[in-house]
């Protein structure tokens, strides 16, 4: 079967190898889509210290159920699925809270084994999702995405109904925060970038506002919200001058939710969230509810990527990498598929 290998930084390669053998207790899927998530663009970098090259990325995926292991009920060939491709261990302290994404062996399909971007991929069977085939494959492959963004803006929001909302980043994660804080029913949202391109997507989705970060940004934004001001900031960019605004803008009581992984190190005015009794909340990902949840969302048609999104080749995946790196592409998603 044809793979794509990352093979160290900014290096991408299509190699030849034999289907992936399957265990008892697994599934061997047919792959027919696979995003291309932010954080495999900086595993594509090397920034990432989980993935080692040689490796094949790929964890948003779906496709059909192409062989099923000897001990394995409830799935046949051609079904359509999608999977989860977090992996945990099911008995420490944060799996049985029901906090897998955050279990002590945690392990992620396409990080910690081979993922999809190849021809076949094999997995857990505990980690598979039958969908109808009426959704598309390239819908299904976002129910990853959605969740992290399905989790950070439902936590955010939690104690804020029917909030202002500010969403730092219209990639990815920033637009279907965006598009959850929408469902959930925000009052209005207002979406930050720096790529003016990538803004009108929401812009044409029903954002209150779209703005690029300029000089006097901040003002323009409590302006727009009125006296309500903001209650909810989630940024989804993650960087000194977005953790900086979040603080600025957010309400008294307010809640500040970082999704992003743009920086490490960051530094904020604590004694000001202390005495403004701001929540400062992280996100990292989700767990088995948030997935559901994604996916009854998608077959729901709540969530249409066709204006943000483009398909290409598995063949093409170096350049899709390389244009993504370099800012060549307008669209927030690009799918692979083999």
Request: charged share 20%; net charge negative.
């Amino acid at each position: 079967m044809e793979t794509l290998v990352w093979t160290g930084p900014k290096r991408m390669e299509m190699r030849q190898g034999d289907e992936p053998r399957i265990t008892e207790n697994e599934v061997l899927i047919k792959v027919e889509a696979a995003g291309i998530c932010g954080s495999e663009i900086e595993g594509y970098l090397g920034h990432n210290s989980l993935r080692v090259p040689p490796l094949v990325m790929g964890h948003e995926f779906s496709g059909k159920v192409y062989e099923v292991g000897s001990g394995v009920d409830g799935f046949s060939q051609g079904q359509s699925v999608v999977v989860n491709p977090i992996l945990s261990c099911g008995q420490c302290n944060q799996c049985r809270k029901g906090w897998p994404q955050l279990c002590a062996q945690r392990g992620i399909i396409g990080v910690h084994r081979p993922g999809a971007f190849a021809e076949f991929v094999s997995v857990p069977a505990s980690s598979l999702h039958v969908i109808p085939d009426t959704l598309s494959p390239y819908r299904a492959s976002l129910t990853e995405p959605l969740a992290c963004s399905l989790r950070a803006a439902r936590r955010a929001m939690q104690n804020h109904p029917f909030a202002n909302v500010v969403v730092f980043g219209a990639g990815t994660i920033g637009l279907l925060s965006f598009l959850v804080a929408q469902i959930l029913g925000a009052a209005k949202v207002i979406v930050v970038d720096t790529n003016e391109a990538r803004l009108r997507t929401p812009a044409n989705l029903g954002a209150y506002g779209t703005i690029t970060p300029e000089s006097g940004y901040i003002k323009k934004i409590k302006d727009a919200m009125g006296p309500s001001g903001i209650d909810v900031v989630i940024d989804a960019a993650g960087f000194q001058p977005t953790r900086t605004a979040a603080v600025e803008l957010v309400n008294p009581g307010g809640t500040i939710m970082n999704i992003g992984l743009g920086i490490d190190d960051t530094v904020l005015p604590i004694n000001h969230c202390i005495r403004s009794e701001i929540n400062v909340l992280g996100s990292f990902s989700y767990n088995a509810q948030d997935f559901y949840d994604a996916i009854e969302l998608l077959k729901a048609g709540k969530i249409d990527e066709e204006q943000w999104s483009e398909i290409r080749s598995l063949k093409e995946g170096d350049e899709a990498f390389q244009d993504l790196i370099h800012h060549r592409v307008q669209h927030a998603k690009i799918f692979l598929t083999p």
